[in-house]
T-cell receptor, first 113, second 116 residues
Framework: GNSVTQMEGPVTLSEEAFLTINCTYT??????LFWYVQYPGEGLQLLLK?????DKGSNKGFEATYRKETTSFHLEKGSVQVSDSAVYFC????????????FGKGTKLTVNP | GAGVSQSPSNKVTEKGKDVELRCDPI?????LYWYRQSLGQGLEFLIY????????KSGLPSDRFSAERTGGSVSTLTIQRTQQEDSAVYLC??????????????FGEGSRLTVL
């Protein structure tokens, strides 16, 4: 079945460091890909998405490119801030006839000043 | 309301008791989802509603779990005869119609269930 694999955390960085969180997927067909973020004490919210191969999603300085050849959707940010501390989830849209998202296990990011 | 509302935010119960968790989605959102978030396990899909019907309930872990949605709005997730392994955060999300590729999922803050 469809699945998402994220790099295991936790990830701890200093402010202004470069961030990469790896995400690879297994899917039949051509799913859409998503990154969701969960800030402390808040619900998950959509960070960015890409709906077809070679699309780049971007938001709040974060970027991810849909790579069909490597089945990847790695999240990157050039200069992280303390306010980026959160749990990040990679997800794909299940294309087996159901309108649901399949999530990775999440990666906790802590950014220190 | 402004966002997806879930209640209770915290529930502690004894093994064997029944619990009900409530989700009030964003007004006008036709799609509603329940997920379970366990430590180290990520988000596990439970059930998906489109209006009042549930075309996908494949994620419900056992027949102790059931859910309903009435009036195309509020949904209730019921867990009967709770077990310790049911302890988790139960998340509800809603989406306007139009499919996942066009519609964003909006999540509530979750109901944390602890079974003693």
């Amino acid at each position: 079945g469809n699945s998402v694999t994220q790099m295991e955390g936790p990830v701890t960085l200093s402010e202004e460091a470069f961030l990469t969180i790896n995400c690879t997927y297994t899917a039949t067909g051509y799913p859409s890909l998503f990154w969701y973020v969960q800030y402390p004490g808040e619900g998950l919210q959509l960070l960015l998405k890409a709906t077809k191969a070679d699309d780049k999603g971007s938001n709040k300085g974060f970027e991810a490119t849909y790579r069909k050849e490597t089945t990847s959707f790695h999240l990157e940010k050039g200069s992280v801030q303390v306010s980026d501390s959160a749990v990040y989830f990679c997800a794909l849209s299940d294309q087996g006839g159901s309108e649901k998202l399949v999530f990775g296990k999440g990666t906790k990011l802590t950014v220190n000043p | 309301g402004a966002g997806v509302s879930q209640s209770p935010s915290n529930k502690v119960t004894e093994k064997g008791k029944d619990v009900e968790l409530r989700c009030d989605p964003i007004s006008g959102h036709t799609a509603l989802y329940w997920y379970r978030q366990s430590l180290g396990q990520g988000l596990e899909f439970l059930i998906y509603f489109q209006g009042n019907s549930a075309p996908d309930k494949s994620g419900l872990p056992s027949d102790r779990f059931s859910a309903e949605r009435t009036g195309g709005s509020v949904s209730t997730l019921t867990i009967q005869r709770t077990q310790q392994e049911d302890s988790a955060v139960y998340l509800c999300a809603s989406r306007r119609g139009g499919g996942l590729n066009t519609g964003e999922l909006f999540f509530g803050e979750g109901s944390r269930l602890t079974v003693l």
